[in-house]
């Protein structure tokens, strides 16, 4: 039985006054659910306060972009030797948002994932096709995208990755997370990319319209090992929600 793992990127929402009131809503009901992983990703000005209201929970904190360099004169940009010492367990990368509004490709997206694993954290890479169709079209779109960022890895290193799948088409404001059948069918395609490499135990997440309606059935399906909760999660009381739907037994994978 995996344990799930369940998290939220506020993408750039929240200053960091507002962070602080949303931990002091959500800590106490998120850090008695201890049969499952947890993690928010704020804007890097609110990473030191979900360090300092997370420290002593369970709850991993982390950021949603880093500087594949180590230091040097990159201005505005941050490095993930930064990030580690603001003990963050998991940094996104290959967020569909990143590659539309910053250009980001592969050989970037490849560079941020092995400064990540230097510094001792998780990457939490996002794929996900562009336009709904069909499952085949997608697998072939998702695979090349995973190809292109973890190509070179070896299944040590893809042992310490999260992918999220996130279609494109089910994030934001006015989508609809993607049909039932088709996360099962996406998440077995990439579970089968993942296992000829050796890393059969790396955890696939879906993103993409996550609520407190939909988290229950989505985590119930094969082949999904948690959840990646955008704009739903803004709101503690939702985030309480999604983050406490009820596990179903034999969510084995293997
Ligand atoms: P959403 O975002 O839940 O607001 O659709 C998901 C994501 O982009 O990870």
Redesign the pocket.
């Known amino acids: 039985m995996t344990r799930p793992l369940i998290g939220t ?1 506020w993408k750039m929402n929240l200053t960091s006054s507002e962070a602080a009131a949303w931990f002091a809503a959500a800590v106490p009901a998120l850090e008695r659910l201890d049969d499952r992983d947890l993690f928010v990703l704020p804007p890097f000005t609110a990473i030191h306060v979900a360090r300092d209201a997370l420290c002593r929970t369970a709850i991993a904190w982390g950021a949603q972009d880093v500087h594949p360099d180590d230091a040097g004169a990159h201005t505005g940009d941050v490095s993930a030797a930064m990030l580690a010492d603001l003990g963050c367990r998991y940094v996104e990368v290959g ?1 569909s ?1 990143r590659r539309r509004d910053h250009r980001e490709g592969d050989a970037l997206i490849a560079a941020k994932i092995a400064a990540i694993l230097r510094h001792d954290m998780r990457p939490l890479l ?1 794929v996900g096709e562009r336009t709904p169709g069909r499952v085949a079209a997608a697998l072939d779109h998702v695979t090349r995208q995973l190809r292109g960022a973890l190509g070179a890895s070896d299944a040590g290193e893809l042992g310490r990755v999260v992918v ?1 799948y ?1 279609p494109v088409w ?3 404001v006015g ?1 609809m997370a993607a049909p039932l059948d088709h996360i099962q069918a996406m998440h077995a395609g990439i579970h089968r990319w993942l296992a000829a490499r050796d890393a059969s135990s790396t955890p696939v997440l879906y ?4 609520d407190a309606t939909n988290a229950g059935p989505i985590v119930g399906l094969d082949g999904v090992d948690g959840l ?5 999660a803004l709101d503690p009381e939702t985030f309480i929600r999604i983050a406490s739907i009820e596990l179903e037994g034999g969510r084995e994978r293997d």
Do not use: D, K, T
């Open positions: 990127s967020h948002e996002c999220a996130e089910a994030i934001g989508a993103g993409g319209s996550v990646f909760v955008g704009r739903a």
